[in-house]
């Protein structure tokens, strides 16, 4: 699943604004209008938490932002190329039977 920290970063960035985002509104809900959210035994509580909760998400965004931004500038992609005996890279261009287009013969 996460084979490097790039690929992990990656996944991680956008789940982790969602959750900001999501948190940020549960904790506007609480802290506005907590009447509307029932079940609340502590409103003070349960606002912190959300805000708390934000908080994490907004560092995991930031790491994931240090780990892609750390990814590409250390990682170097690899260049592999399949030259022949004199150098050639295994394609061969024709002159033959091409089209002159108006060159004097």
């Known amino acids: 699943m996460c084979k490097d920290v790039g690929e992990c970063s990656r996944m991680c960035l956008p789940y982790s604004f969602v959750g900001f985002v999501f948190t940020l509104w549960v904790g506007v809900m609480i802290a506005k209008q907590d009447f509307f959210i029932g079940g609340l035994d502590d409103p003070e509580q349960a606002k912190s938490s959300a805000f708390g909760a934000m908080t994490m998400f907004i560092v995991t ?45």
């Open 61 to 105: 965004f930031f790491i994931s932002l240090g780990g892609i931004f750390y990814d590409s500038q250390f990682k170097k992609e690899e260049v592999t190329t399949e030259a022949g005996p004199n150098g050639q890279e295994g394609y061969q261009l024709h002159s033959e039977g091409q089209p002159t287009y108006g060159a004097a013969n």
